[in-house]
């Protein structure tokens, strides 16, 4: 399939282009700018070097594509959420707009939408896709955006929400951050460290997104996530015995860490138990289903991204 990717150099973006082309399909890419335009080419992607908050650099290469993942979000402008409007309704209208009798494309087309776990708040029991949503402020704006790609979808166009939990893997995201900290042997943790991430490993989370492009029933929200229900102290206490020296750990208060991160703090602070029924019932399961079990492999992605 043609399939139009936004994100394609972030961390979860990257992830999900490589799934796709082993999967074979024709990835057209949106960057910003050369370099990156040379790095998705090299990978095999037709780049398109446009911005997403400037609808006309890229309306015209997301037409007549067979399906949308809008993975990118824009951090550096302060419009964030109004940037990802702009792309999301690009993007639909560009899925709906009709196509000639010649097109070689499939009938039902599909918008994958990224959104994050975090909307659904502290949830101590587990939460399938179907739980209330209570975000964070971090993503206070999401559950809108979410209701509205759902709303969209009609019989010739598939509208899904991807909700993946706290992506690791490739030496990078929080996980990444831990390792960091660990080896350079200070680890801040915010609040009592107690609270569950629902994780899950960047290939694994890949894997999901090719799946709901090929699946023709696929539709509505799905979450990611390995369902290994693990604590930030047990993963704290798994990496430390592959670091030169064991870290120091820092439990740092969530009101302090609020006044220096802002937002962040209460996304690394919350207790999530998630499930993904949904996601299960495609007949996606996690390669990896633990970061303490696994943290001595993912030290060594940390050590060869950092090299």
Excluded at 103 to 109: F, K, L
Excluded at 129 to 152: C, G, M, Y
Excluded at 249 to 272: C, F, I, N, T
Aim: net charge neutral; hydrophobic share 45%; proline share 6%.
């Amino acid at each position: 399939m043609r399939i139009f990717l936004t994100g394609a150099t972030g961390y979860v973006g990257a992830a999900v282009l490589d799934g796709l082309l082993r999967a074979g399909h024709d990835v057209t890419a949106l960057v910003r700018d050369n370099e990156k335009a040379a790095r998705v080419a090299a990978r095999g992607a037709r780049p398109v070097i446009g911005n997403l908050a400037d609808a006309e650099s890229y309306r015209a290469a997301a037409d007549a594509q067979d399906g949308y993942v809008h993975t990118a979000y824009d951090t550096s402008s302060g419009r964030g959420p109004a940037i990802d409007r702009i792309a999301v309704d690009v993007m639909l209208a560009a899925a709906k707009r009709p196509r000639t009798a010649s097109s070689n494309g499939p009938a039902n087309r599909f918008v994958i939408y990224t959104s994050a776990a975090w909307v659904l708040g502290r949830t101590p029991e587990p939460a399938c896709e179907d739980a209330p949503l209570n975000p964070i402020s971090l993503v206070s704006w999401r559950p809108e955006h979410e209701a509205l790609l759902i709303k969209a979808g009609t019989d010739t166009v598939r509208t899904i929400v991807v909700r993946p939990g706290v992506v690791y893997g490739s030496g990078d995201g929080l996980v990444g951050d831990l390792l960091k900290s660990a080896a350079n042997g200070l680890v801040r943790v915010v609040g009592d460290g107690n609270n569950h991430w629902p994780l899950v490993y960047d290939r694994d989370l890949a894997d999901l997104y090719v799946r709901l492009a090929a699946n023709d029933g696929a539709a509505g929200v799905y979450h990611a996530n390995d369902e290994g229900d693990e604590r930030v102290n047990d993963i704290v206490a798994a990496i430390a015995p592959y670091v030169p020296v064991r870290p120091d750990v820092r439990h740092v208060p969530l009101d302090e860490a609020r006044a220096k991160m802002g937002g962040v703090a209460d996304a690394l602070s919350l207790d999530q138990v998630v499930r993904s029924p949904r996601a299960r019932a495609l007949g996606w399961t996690p390669s990896l289903r633990s970061v303490a079990g696994n943290a001595a492999r993912l030290l060594g992605e940390w050590r060869a991204a950092r090299n």
